[in-house]
């Protein structure tokens, strides 16, 4: 087992009130744009810890449009995960945030008290191994058999910032997949509800009345029997590309839940979260991180080179 931290790490976080936010008070900002637990900001309150234009501040205190409010933030949480050892293939890394390129065939994510060894288990060892004391918080999720980056917020405020990013649309998450069939629009969009199967309820279905989901793909290279498409999602639904793609009549090849095609091809689904742009949390600056295509989609690839080349 890691060593338990000694020093929790900390942190000075700030917030540029808008004009929206004008008329509200130091506590507001704190509580609704930061983040921050009322039980932290009491901690706060306690250790002369939050800031109103570089002073010390009341949490009671109003504030106006252009006020800069800082708060020293520190995670002090178990998280919530027996830490597991695994290698890690860390893209980004800082005080905030932890971007991971994950492999196929591992869950983001325990959905289930059997799964013990999932990329959280081994992000909850990464942090361990850090000194910090943080529930392990990832900011979205791809599925098992999905390859590509998933990006983990390393506090409490930082999962909120990305929280809201993600449901406003501005962390942008773009894909990879290769798919049945060759595509003659150069790009396309797939606007359709999801629901559950009403077949089998572990899985999706373009159905009325689903939840609204929107899927833009533009093509990157066609084949003779399958096109590589660079695909970007406006919603998050689950299972949306492998869905969304099924109902377009071009499955993502080596999905053997939705429509089983190109099983000889590819050993998973051939689907790869290659792109993450995003606001940073803290800094307001903008991040962009990419992952290239993994080995055995890149295979899969040049088999389909190959077939075209000899047809």
Do not use: C
């Not at 009345?209 to 999602?233: C, I, S």
């Not at 071009?250 to 792109?275: E, I, N, T, W």
């Amino acid at each position: 087992m890691p060593e338990q931290p000694r020093n929790q790490p900390q942190h000075w976080v700030k917030h540029t009130v808008s004009a929206d936010e004008a008329g509200g008070t130091v506590q507001d900002i704190l509580t609704k744009s930061m983040g921050v637990s009322r039980r932290m900001i009491q901690r706060l309150t306690r250790t002369k810890g939050v800031q109103l234009n570089r002073r010390p501040a009341w949490v009671n205190a109003k504030v106006r449009e252009g006020d800069v409010v800082t708060a020293r933030l520190a995670d002090d949480e178990e998280s919530g995960l027996v830490p597991v050892q695994m290698p890690l293939d860390v893209v980004l890394e800082d005080a905030e945030l932890l971007v991971l390129n994950k492999p196929p065939h591992l869950l983001v994510h325990p959905t289930s008290p059997e799964h013990r060894e999932t990329l959280s288990h081994g992000v909850a060892w990464h942090l361990a191994r850090q000194g910090v004391r943080a529930k392990v918080r990832p900011a979205h999720r791809i599925d098992r058999d999905t390859s590509g980056l998933v990006l983990f917020a390393k506090s409490a405020h930082a999962h909120h910032r990305l929280d809201l990013q993600l449901r406003e649309g501005g962390l942008k998450r773009e894909y990879l997949a290769l798919v049945d069939g060759v595509i003659g629009d150069d790009r396309g969009v797939i606007d359709q509800p999801i629901a559950r199967d009403p077949r089998n309820p572990a899985l999706r279905a373009v159905r009325p009345g689903g939840e609204h989901a929107v899927t833009r793909y533009t093509v990157v290279e066609r084949f003779p029997a399958a096109t590589l498409l660079r695909v970007e999602l406006e919603t998050g639904r689950t299972h949306q590309i492998r869905v969304h793609m099924l109902y377009a009549g071009h499955a993502v090849l080596g999905d053997r839940q939705y429509g089983r095609k190109g099983l000889a091809l590819m050993p998973r689904q051939a689907l790869h979260a290659s792109r993450l742009a995003f606001t940073h949390p803290s800094t307001g600056e903008p991040v962009e991180v990419v992952a290239e295509l993994p080995e055995d989609i890149r295979g899969a690839i040049e088999r389909l080179n190959g077939e075209a080349a000899r047809g």
